[in-house]
């Protein structure tokens, strides 16, 4: 049984940091991409950043220059550091992790930026 927990989410005020973590357990072989997801209230989900198992990294222009992915293939896991915030950032943010034969999710941890 493959589990994916995330971590880290709060609230936070506008221009404040935020540092999300997601640990993948069970049993798994080779962890390709590695991703954050996230959804708005009231919106669709959408890619936050990617992170290749060699730590290539594509990010949404939205969050370019203030979020920053990052991952350890030994322990499993996937970080996702968020700088600078902004009220759009609220949303539930989920990891995704990408294997040979299927994708697995986490179950997401609300961000909220607000005054």
């Known amino acids: 049984q493959v589990q994916l927990v995330e971590s880290g989410g709060g609230f936070v005020q506008p221009g404040g940091s935020l540092r999300l973590s997601c640990v993948v357990s069970?049993?798994?072989?080779?962890?390709?991409?590695m991703d954050w997801y996230r959804q708005p209230p009231g919106k669709e989900r959408e890619l936050v950043a990617t992170?290749?198992?060699?730590?290539?990294?594509v990010y949404a222009d939205s969050v370019k220059g203030r979020f920053t992915i990052s991952r350890d293939n030994a322990k499993n896991t996937v970080d996702l550091q968020m700088k600078t915030l902004k009220p759009e950032d609220t949303a539930v943010y989920y990891c995704?992790?990408?294997?040979?034969?299927?994708?697995?999710w986490g179950e997401g941890t609300l961000v909220t930026v607000s005054s």
């Open positions: 995704r992790a990408v294997t040979a034969i299927r994708a697995y």
């Open positions: 992170i290749t198992r060699s730590g290539n990294t």
């Open positions: 069970g049993s798994i072989f080779i962890i390709y991409n």
